[in-house]
């Protein structure tokens, strides 16, 4: 991969999910030893509430 693509998807939320989902089935990783990737995943979960809550538009046609 290109390498500004690779730095776009360092930091994606499946990134987070994947990487400690791996460190805890093939490594046998505890939650704590994966708390950096839980938290990168707890920031995109208050970034996409953020958002969601913003943009939303409940409208009745």
Known sequence: MPEWLQT????SPL???SDALRSISVDGA???AVRTDLLGIFI?????????TRLFKWEVV
Request: proline share 0%; no cysteine; net charge neutral.
């Open 44 to 52: 995109w979960l208050g970034i996409t509430v953020v958002l969601a």
């Open 8 to 11: 776009i998807t360092q930091y």
């Open 30 to 32: 505890s939650l704590w």
């Open 15 to 17: 990134t987070y999910v």
